[in-house]
């Protein structure tokens, strides 16, 4: 392997940001070690760092994309582990309030259902298979190492109760905390980043279940929106072991019991029965997992003037999402594609890696514009805390036009489809045609 930008680069944090983050580095550095605190099982299971893993879990169209990008065989691995394909806006039924359920159209492309324990280790596989990736499990990362013009060099962290250090030109931190980074900002005298918070206290539960064959459904999938009234949604998404996911969530504390009978319970207060009757007749393989998520959060490293050379924070450090959307995976792996196409144009330049952070922070700009927008709905709950956008009943009135065009034209339903996925631009919506329909919509309501 020619060292391309340096010698040793190091990702702490085994998730799948994470680990892609270390097969892009492995084409651009000599070594990438990768540094995970917890113990990391040989086989597809949850483990204590990730509590959420339990929780079902989307990589929509255009993180498989980009994943693919990393590891040309990946779809094919996932589905020889488990994975469940299922046709997009077909197979997985979508109901949100108003239009309950949507369409089914075929737009062409799939979505691969699995656990989060069966990606991460599937991608975790493939990723120890570069001789030049070193993962070491049960690593706690205490400090980053500085040198005198604050420069980051490298790290400590323990290993079986002794210290060590390791030194590297590039220190990646996708250890979703992001404390390291925070507190090398410290450190140097650098303010930390502002943090825009949008406070949804959601709180969620996941069982795994065996679905009755007897039942009769048109569908491999649900997702039921919640309406501002109730903020009660759920999912319905097969995977590996022809068992099948269900999640139940609830806004603002408001989450499902873990009890079978309370769980069951509280899909039944949905607007449309097709959640609770699948529950109703289903099989538990297990117990009820709960979760809660505090709030999405976005930091505006773009906004600092000043930031440590051979630091690079990504994925949840910089910018996370309510989980109900699947945003997470998506957006971590297009933040890896801009530093890929970053890391491309710096190649053999004298000093490449001087002001990385800084080009990384404002080109990923437009990968997280989207999804935020669509974190920012959450603002149509009464309890929401933050600072709702001062056009926001104007958005959600549009968006509520929209979305009635788009059940009735196929054309803007595919395009929606596209840009839910992260594959299109939202400023596609505004096509003048479709602003005209939309515009036509809002008058007919009022």
Same mark, same amino acid.
């Given at each position: 392997?020619?060292?391309?930008?340096?010698?040793?680069?190091?990702?702490?944090?085994?998730?799948?940001?994470?680990?892609?983050?270390?097969?892009?580095?492995?084409?651009?550095?000599?070594?990438?070690?990768?540094?995970?605190?917890?113990?990391?099982?040989?086989?597809?299971?949850?483990?204590?760092?990730?509590?959420?893993?339990?929780?079902?879990?989307?990589?929509?169209?255009?993180?498989?994309?980009? /994943?693919?990008?990393?590891?040309?065989?990946?779809?094919?691995?996932? &589905?020889? #582990? !488990? *994975?469940? @394909?299922?046709? $997009? +806006?077909?197979?997985?039924?979508?109901?949100?309030?108003?239009?309950?359920?949507?369409?089914?159209?075929?737009?062409?492309?799939?979505?691969?259902?699995?656990?989060?324990?069966?990606?991460?280790?599937?991608?975790?596989?493939?990723?120890?298979?570069?001789?030049?990736?070193?993962?070491?499990?049960?690593?706690?990362?205490?400090?980053?190492? /500085?040198?005198?013009?604050?420069?980051?060099?490298?790290?400590?962290? &323990?290993? #079986? !109760? *002794?210290? @060590?250090?390791? $030194? +590297?030109?590039?220190?990646?931190?996708?250890?979703?905390?992001?404390?390291?980074?925070?507190?090398?900002?410290?450190?140097?005298?650098?303010?930390?980043?502002?943090?825009?918070?949008?406070?949804?206290?959601?709180?969620?539960?996941?069982?795994?279940?065996?679905?009755?064959?007897?039942?009769?459904?048109?569908?491999?999938?649900?997702?039921?929106?919640?309406?501002?009234?109730?903020?009660?949604?759920?999912?319905?998404?097969?995977?590996?072991?022809?068992?099948?996911?269900?999640?139940?969530?609830?806004?603002?504390?408001?989450?499902?019991?873990?009890?079978?009978?309370?769980?069951?319970?509280?899909?039944?207060?949905?607007?449309?029965?097709?959640?609770?009757?699948?529950?109703?007749?289903?099989?538990?393989?297990?117990?009820?997992?709960?979760?809660?998520?505090?709030?999405?959060?976005?930091?505006?490293?773009?906004?600092?003037?000043?930031?440590?050379?051979?630091?690079?924070?990504?994925?949840?450090?910089?910018?996370?999402?309510?989980?109900?959307?699947?945003?997470?995976?998506?957006?971590?792996?297009?933040?890896?594609?801009?530093?890929?196409?970053?890391?491309?144009?710096?190649?053999?330049?004298?000093?490449?890696?001087?002001?990385?952070?800084?080009?990384?922070?404002?080109?990923?700009?437009?990968?997280?514009?989207?999804?935020?927008?669509?974190?920012?709905?959450?603002?149509?709950?009464?309890?929401?805390?933050?600072?709702?956008?001062?056009?926001?009943?104007?958005?959600?009135?549009?968006?509520?036009?929209?979305?009635?065009?788009?059940?009735?034209?196929?054309?803007?339903?595919?395009?929606?489809?596209?840009?839910?996925?992260?594959?299109?631009?939202?400023?596609?919506?505004?096509?003048?045609?479709?602003?005209?329909?939309?515009?036509?919509?809002?008058?007919?309501?009022?």
């Amino acid at each position: 392997m020619s060292s391309l930008l340096g010698t040793h680069a190091i990702v702490i944090g085994a998730g799948i940001g994470g680990l892609a983050t270390a097969k892009l580095l492995s084409s651009y550095f000599a070594k990438v070690t990768v540094l995970e605190r917890d113990a990391l099982p040989d086989r597809a299971e949850p483990r204590v760092g990730t509590p959420h893993c339990r929780q079902a879990h989307v990589l929509l169209k255009a993180g498989l994309q980009e /994943l693919l990008n990393l590891y040309p065989e990946l779809e094919r691995e996932l &589905e020889l #582990a !488990g *994975a469940v @394909r299922a046709r $997009t +806006a077909v197979d997985i039924l979508i109901e949100t309030p108003g239009i309950d359920p949507w369409p089914q159209r075929d737009f062409g492309f799939d979505t691969l259902c699995m656990t989060r324990p069966l990606l991460e280790f599937v991608v975790r596989s493939m990723t120890t298979k570069e001789a030049n990736i070193d993962l070491q499990p049960q690593c706690r990362v205490t400090k980053l190492r /500085l040198s005198a013009d604050q420069r980051v060099t490298g790290l400590t962290y &323990e290993q #079986a !109760g *002794a210290a @060590r250090e390791i $030194t +590297a030109e590039l220190i990646v931190d996708a250890s979703s905390r992001g404390n390291m980074t925070l507190e090398t900002l410290d450190a140097c005298g650098i303010p930390r980043p502002d943090e825009m918070d949008i406070g949804v206290d959601i709180a969620y539960g996941t069982g795994l279940f065996r679905l009755s064959e007897n039942a009769s459904r048109s569908w491999r999938g649900v997702i039921h929106r919640p309406a501002a009234a109730s903020g009660r949604g759920g999912f319905v998404f097969p995977c590996e072991n022809e068992s099948w996911q269900v999640t139940l969530n609830g806004m603002h504390g408001d989450g499902p019991p873990e009890d079978l009978p309370g769980f069951i319970a509280f899909a039944k207060t949905f607007r449309t029965s097709t959640i609770y009757g699948a529950l109703n007749e289903a099989t538990p393989l297990g117990v009820i997992h709960r979760f809660a998520f505090p709030s999405s959060r976005r930091r505006r490293f773009e906004a600092l003037t000043a930031f440590p050379h051979g630091l690079l924070p990504i994925g949840d450090v910089i910018c996370r999402f309510n989980p109900a959307f699947g945003q997470g995976m998506t957006v971590a792996a297009q933040e890896i594609g801009v530093l890929r196409r970053l890391l491309d144009e710096q190649v053999g330049a004298t000093a490449p890696l001087e002001g990385l952070a800084s080009a990384f922070f404002k080109a990923i700009q437009n990968v997280l514009a989207a999804p935020w927008s669509l974190a920012e709905s959450d603002f149509m709950y009464e309890k929401t805390r933050g600072a709702r956008p001062a056009d926001f009943a104007q958005r959600m009135q549009f968006s509520g036009a929209l979305m009635r065009v788009a059940a009735q034209d196929a054309r803007v339903h595919r395009l929606l489809t596209e840009v839910n996925h992260l594959m299109a631009s939202p400023t596609l919506l505004r096509d003048p045609e479709i602003v005209r329909k939309v515009s036509a919509q809002m008058a007919a309501s009022t």
